[in-house]
């Protein structure tokens, strides 16, 4: 089993929806989880991290946390095609401070 | 606003030579990273390093790799002998706590 398991994708949106992307992960001691946003070529940027179950919001950015499932998603309203990019999705385990990734789910928003 | 840099952008080197890429931290970040990531696949943690001292490795970082903080500011990591699956994306990274790290902008590394 897969530490960060992501939807390769691609997921296609038009400009203007909501964009769902998902994460699910191994380690039950997983505390942190961060997403980051990669264009091709480019280094991962961090968008947003959680650290409790539930929702956390960042402008047109959601994210949600579910411990139980060990699911981990983002949300983006309002999709724009400069949100086009592979998304990352990074868990910090419990007793390390590394960052375990996902191989990232590609987003095309079409105008 | 203060950003992890890199240098160089891109080293293309010969098998078997020894290779350092360089990076400086945010300057009021105590923990830093190395990852790396093979074209087309995802990024993987190589080491951090907190304290003057490497505080975790991957099963990656072997005897062939080496990290330093030889100055205030800056953070290497050193190839002894590269080797040609050592060609991929190297990135730096720094956090001002354990979390929430920061990617430089990488070096991409081709051995021939």
């Known amino acids: ?111 | 606003e203060p950003e992890v840099t890199q240098t160089p952008s891109h080293q293309v080197t010969q098998m078997g030579q020894e290779v350092i890429l360089r990076c400086v931290p945010i300057s009021n970040h105590l923990y830093f990273y190395w990852y790396r990531q093979i074209l087309g696949q995802k990024v993987e943690f190589l080491v951090s390093f907190y304290n003057n001292e490497i505080s975790e490795k991957s099963e990656i970082f072997d005897d062939q790799f080496s990290v330093e903080r030889p100055d205030g500011s800056n953070f290497t990591l050193k190839i002894r002998s590269t080797k040609l699956e050592d060609s991929a994306m190297y990135f730096c990274a720094s956090s001002e706590q354990v979390e929430t790290q920061y990617f430089g902008p990488g070096t991409r590394l081709l051995v021939l």
């Open chain 1, 1 to 111: 089993q897969k530490e960060v398991e992501q939807n390769s994708g691609p997921l296609s949106v038009p400009e203007g929806a909501i964009a769902s992307l998902n994460c699910t992960y191994s380690d039950r001691g997983s505390q942190s989880f961060f997403w980051y946003r990669q264009y091709s070529g480019k280094s991962p940027e961090l968008i947003m991290f959680i650290y409790s179950n539930g929702d956390k919001e960042d402008g047109r950015f959601t994210a949600q946390l579910n411990k139980a499932s060990q699911y981990v998603s983002l949300l983006i309203r309002d999709s724009q095609p400069s949100d086009s990019a592979t998304y990352l999705c990074a868990v910090n385990k419990e007793y390390g401070n590394k960052l375990v990734f996902g191989a990232g789910t590609i987003l095309r928003v079409k105008s």
